[in-house]
């Protein structure tokens, strides 16, 4: 069975920094490339950032450039998001999909691409 297991949200207070994790079962993580991607109440899902198979090629939202970093370890079939600096406007609840045969750049610009999505965790930032 295919599964992506996200963790590592909760709640924090403005500035501070959280690390969620994209756990994969089920199939060969190696080949995929991942994107996490969030959604906010009442509003559009959205990328924020993806990464290739490799993690030679990444991609960021220009709304969490400088302050989120996408890496992963195919060795753990994981892929992390660390945030910092985190914001209000960063509270959504976060995806992470998996999907093969697409570059970060097509991953990322679309809302919902076709592929293994995980459950999601809820991420709070508020003082």
């Known amino acids: 069975q295919l599964q992506l297991v996200e963790s590592g949200g909760g709640l924090v207070q403005p500035g501070e920094s959280l690390r969620l994790s994209c756990t994969a079962s089920?199939?060969?993580?190696?080949?995929?490339?991942i994107g996490w991607f969030r959604q906010a109440s009442g509003k559009e899902r959205e990328g924020v950032s993806c990464?290739?198979?490799?993690?030679?090629?990444?991609t960021y939202a220009d709304s969490v450039k400088g302050r989120f970093t996408i890496s992963r370890n195919n060795a753990k079939n994981t892929v992390y998001l660390q945030m910092n600096s985190l914001t209000p406007e960063d509270t959504a609840i976060y995806y992470c999909?998996?999907?093969?045969?697409?570059?970060?750049?097509?991953?990322?610009?679309?809302?919902?691409?076709?592929?293994?999505w995980g459950q999601g965790t809820q991420v709070t930032v508020s003082s």
């Open positions: 999909a998996a999907a093969s045969g697409i570059t970060v750049q097509a991953m990322c610009s679309t809302s919902r691409p076709k592929g293994v």
């Open positions: 089920g199939f060969i993580y190696d080949y995929f490339t």
């Open positions: 990464i290739d198979s490799r993690g030679g090629r990444t």
